[in-house]
């Protein structure tokens, strides 16, 4: 059973903000720290975003400064804040904890940058 569900993408300037959401289940949220993928056209899923045990932010090096993950612990929700968004952050984007769970991807939110 899928306890993810993101939320938040959408068609957006180069340049432009978004900010996406994924809601998960208690036992998900709590079993390991949660994290941002994305799977841009024709690659493989990747991590770009996650909190680390001790509850510090790590991020993919091209994206740092530019994308930020954050999370209200009450409502099991985690964010993740994107400026100044490129053509090449296109994709779908999913939540998962880190490390992923294979048995608990969500249906993702697409995320297309285009003028």
């Known amino acids: 059973q899928v306890q993810l569900v993101e939320s938040g993408g959408d068609l957006v300037l180069p340049g432009g903000s978004l900010t996406l959401t994924c809601t998960a289940s208690?036992?998900?949220?709590?079993?390991?720290?949660m994290a941002w993928y994305r799977q841009r056209p024709g690659t493989l899923r990747a991590l770009i975003a996650h909190?680390?045990?001790?509850?510090?932010?790590i991020y993919a090096e091209h994206l740092r400064g530019r994308f930020a993950i954050s999370q209200d612990t009450a409502k099991r929700t985690v964010y993740l804040q994107m400026n100044n968004l490129e053509h090449e952050d296109t994709g779908v984007y999913y939540c998962n904890t880190f490390p992923k769970d294979d048995t608990q991807w969500g249906q993702g939110t697409q995320v297309t940058v285009s003028a």
């Open positions: 909190f680390f045990y001790d509850g510090s932010p």
């Open positions: 208690e036992a998900t949220f709590s079993r390991n720290p």
